[in-house]
């Protein structure tokens, strides 16, 4: 069983903003594979189903992105997973826009929701990082990342996550190698 875990913030208001295209990543997901019904579980909102031949638990913390750690904390703990049973979709300030990157361990590179998840589990999970683009100066990245998508990005958005989706038993299967390859041709098909 493994746990995938999508980064963001809940309520309607930051449904859009880049800092959620964890959460956007994760519900895609759940619709193209078929998940069953959210349950209000560990602090959040959870998913249970199948990715190829694994089975996968959607979650999306509802505490707020510095707080996650404590739902994916109680999640791990109940189901007794190992840390390489973790995937982390969260936002990339340092990735090219629609770009996607799967990383195992590291640092937290000033991102909030991996800061808190590392405090509370320690550093070695996988991580998929979502590429936002950076907004060019240090004084302008907090209100681009909680800022909504362009509407002029929801094509490639829409592509970006569509291809995740897609290409997500190879990543069920421990082939982040395969699952970047085969996302970063998916949208020039």
Do not use: C
């Not at 209000?40 to 190829?52: D, T």
């Not at 991580?127 to 004084?139: E, M, N, Q």
């Not at 299967?173 to 390859?181: E, G, L, P, S, V």
Request: charged fraction near 20%; charge should be neutral; aromatic fraction near 8%.
């Amino acid at each position: 069983m493994q746990l995938w875990v999508g980064l963001g913030n809940p309520g309607a208001q930051y449904a859009m903003h880049r800092h959620n295209v964890g959460f956007m990543a994760v519900d895609t997901l759940a619709e193209v594979h078929g998940f069953g019904p959210v349950q209000k579980k560990f602090q959040g909102w959870l998913q249970e189903g199948r990715i190829g031949n694994d089975k996968v638990l959607l979650l999306k913390p509802a505490t707020f992105m510095n707080e996650s750690g404590r739902s994916v904390g109680e999640a791990m703990r109940f189901y007794k997973l190992d840390l390489d049973a973790l995937t982390v979709f969260h936002d990339e300030l340092d990735l090219a826009p629609f770009k996607v990157k799967v990383k195992q361990g590291g640092g937290t590179a000033g991102h909030n929701g991996l800061r808190s998840i590392d405090q509370h589990l320690g550093a070695e999970f996988r991580r998929v990082r979502l590429g936002i683009g950076h907004p060019g100066h240090k004084d302008r990245v907090t209100g681009y990342v909680l800022g909504n998508y362009a509407k002029s990005e929801m094509d490639d958005l829409a592509e970006m996550l569509g291809a995740v989706a897609a290409e997500a038993d190879w990543l069920a299967n421990h082939d982040a190698t395969r699952f970047m390859n085969n996302v970063a041709m998916r949208p020039q098909a």
